[in-house]
């Protein structure tokens, strides 16, 4: 069995709890958290909660620790600390900040001989993933990627930041027919406004002025600017009610040509539809778990990415068993 | 540069010689033929053809071998046999064959301190990836490869077999009541008969009993009697004008569930819509020849899958730039 422990134990924390349960050679060894454990309540009861200070301790008994904070402020700093002494994974998911985090999480894994899997997940991870295969296999062609429809997290928080605003919710939803125009093998140039609209669910203060909240939200720059963006005013109720889930998915497309005069036409695509975010990510990262572990006994240490990992580590099945009932 | 051969040189062939051409960093050596040299005429002009009985003497110049023969009698015998010398490719199908073919080919790569990578393509290869990645991240599901809509050109052999048929096109057709019923999360049961059709376009001799040709074709043991098969007669011109192109494609699709008690729901679905089945597989042989060339510079030997191959070998980019702006 591969001894998980979970470090931060938020909505991927849970997550990673459960996913653990579900694979037959994975077991979770604990959460470890900055808060006082005894007041971390876990969905599962006989889940063992340390303090994060003391996981050097636990050193001897964990086999991969699953990093499970966010990209701005906890994982630049956690995962090369944690790297020096274990295999770890993280999900960091800021894309132009990646080269950065590498070199650092690179030079601690090296020295400690570890593993540290870093940008595990679905995009950066999966999609990742599928925008390589496809652009190796199709040079001569064009990718893009769409996201949703699935909560944006950040522009949720954009617009809870705003003046008068209780509660928000906002959805990316990829236009049906930019989708439709990629996949007959158009090769569109699409400008960011005709790739996604936004759909922002609020609960305004009693009294705000919401044409002014709407207004804020249309005209925020990067985040709502470039985009159609449309907003419903809702009770706190319907929030609860309609909106607690936290979905997502997406699409990544390559289009590409083929042939003596490029005359031939392929359309890979890859989607995912995802009834949580989190919950899925969580079974990304136990894959790669699994993968770090064993890479690690075959004596291989860094920092590596989903690019490096050659999929039967992925996998609980052995190299024959694949052979004969996945090929 | 890359320096590649093409053993065979068909439809596959073909393919190859092209997609060679649309990389950066691969160069075609020369096409080896068991035909007389002279006879092949090549899709290129300054193509190469040599006798395949002296590729042998070309060992210093060739860095990848990419068989391009068929899986029934070819490639059993090629595969190992060539891997005595070089780093080769192929595209082995026979599923049910692929532990044994391993094995041999293993034995003769491990022996020349050469990398055998067999069963690539798109099924096996890709689909299977997808396969692996989709397992390997929710255990708890299922899958469903669905194929086509596309040629089988095993099927339209087997109906060319047929006394007083002069020509015959079969197209295998995914049911999509079927892919909706899975693309729902509810996981069905299907039968062979509900996940696919078979459409058949037949060119009978001058007299031919058409009727009795149509009941041979649908009651033919595993390749039509498991299925709803309808039977087009055509001309012969009509045959060249509307069927002469090589289409297939197909779905892989998983529907997994996480959560405490399973209480969510995920689809993961790839696809691929190919203008031509031997072009597009001809392009997958062609990254995994430079995976196959990349790996044994670092020492690496053996027969291995698409499994055994990190994705990041495939592409032409280096590390540092897949990871600024892939993933």
Chains 1, 2 share one sequence.
Not at 286 to 291: E, I, L, Q, T
């Amino acid at each position: 069995m591969i001894k998980i422990a979970i470090a931060g134990y938020g909505n991927l924390g849970r997550g990673v709890e459960c996913a653990i349960a579900q694979n037959p050679d994975t077991e979770l060894y604990g959460v470890f958290t900055r808060r006082n454990p005894s007041d971390v309540k876990t969905l599962k009861e006989d889940t063992k909660v340390f303090s994060l200070n003391d996981i050097e301790n636990h050193k001897e008994n964990i086999d991969v620790v699953i990093l499970c904070g966010g990209s701005a402020t906890d994982l630049p700093v956690q995962t090369p600390k944690l790297a020096e002494s274990f295999n770890v994974i993280d999900s960091f998911d800021t894309h132009a900040n990646i080269p950065k985090h590498f070199k650092n999480v690179d030079a601690a894994a090296r020295k400690a001989g570890k593993v540290a899997m870093i940008s595990v997940g679905w995009d950066p991870g999966l999609f990742s993933l599928n925008r390589l295969y496809a652009q190796a296999i199709l040079p001569d062609g064009k990718d893009y990627t769409f996201w949703g429809k699935g909560v944006s997290q950040g522009h949720s928080d954009a617009i809870r930041r705003i003046d008068g605003v209780l509660d928000a919710r906002q959805y990316t939803i990829p236009v049906e027919a930019a989708l439709e125009a990629v996949r007959s093998g158009k090769n569109p140039e699409l400008t960011t406004r005709e790739k996604h609209t936004r759909e922002c669910f609020v609960v305004a203060e009693e009294g705000a002025d919401k044409a002014r909240i709407e207004n804020e939200i249309k005209t925020m720059p990067n985040y709502f600017a470039d985009y159609d963006t449309t907003v419903h005013f809702i009770s706190a109720e319907e929030m609860e009610r309609d909106h607690s889930g936290i979905p997502h998915g997406g699409f990544v497309i390559r289009c590409g040509n083929t042939g003596l005069n490029n005359e031939k036409t392929h359309i890979i695509e890859y989607s995912l539809k995802l009834d949580s975010n989190p919950e899925f990510t969580s079974s990304v990262l136990v894959a790669y778990a699994r993968a770090a572990y064993r890479m690690n006994k075959e004596g291989i240490s860094g920092c590596k990415t989903v690019f490096d990992v050659a999929p039967a580590y992925l996998s609980p099945m052995s190299a024959e068993e694949l052979r004969a009932n996945v090929l």
